[in-house]
């Protein structure tokens, strides 16, 4: 593929958005099963539905943009879940374990930000009013997730306690 224009930019990365989305999908069922929370294992949950949902929101734009998706792998994304996978595999206090999981996920989900941020404009350039829209309606969940890890994070997990050290 070539980059001439500004629509090859934008179907370029909506195709890494798309992979991104697929692997972000496979891997949710894990961290959710690896979280000691119940209410992180519940927002993990939750995120998969809605990555589902975006999934089918990017092959709506595809459709309106008369072009198959061709499943560009992410490797960007990629490397952030290798990242979630490492913090499961780690021995260790499951309540750290979960703040570091969160840590995790926002960085997944600040990758989907800049991402569909980008995306959003380049539609909205080209005059795809109605893809933009779509766009931003996924941009609007990701920063939604983004802040509800942030809150479950401030509401427990950020306390003293896991500051202390560990007995010896």
């Known amino acids: 593929m070539r980059l ?9 990365q909506l195709n890494y958005l798309y992979n991104a989305e697929f692997q972000i999908a496979e891997a949710l069922p894990k961290v959710a099963h690896a979280a000691s929370s119940a209410d992180l294992k519940k927002a993990f949950q939750s995120h998969q539905k ?7 929101r990017l092959n709506e734009v595809f459709k309106k943009l008369g072009v198959t998706h061709n499943n ?20 260790g206090d499951p309540v750290v374990k979960d703040a570091a999981l969160i840590a995790a996920a926002q960085r997944i989900e600040q990758y989907e930000i800049s991402g569909y941020s980008a995306v959003r404009t380049y539609a909205r350039e080209l005059g795809y009013n109605d893809i933009a829209d779509l766009l931003q309606d996924t941009l609007d ?8 890890l ?18 010896k």
């Open 50 to 56: 809605i990555t589902q949902n975006q999934i089918n």
């Open 141 to 148: 969940e990701e920063n939604e997730s983004d802040k509800q």
């Open 4 to 12: 001439d224009t500004l629509q090859d930019l934008l179907i370029d």
């Open 72 to 91: 560009h792998h992410c490797d960007g994304v990629l490397g952030l879940i290798h990242d979630e996978d490492r913090i499961i595999s780690i021995q």
């Open 150 to 167: 942030t809150s479950l994070a401030k509401g427990g997990f950020f306390s003293p306690g896991i500051n202390e050290e560990a007995p």
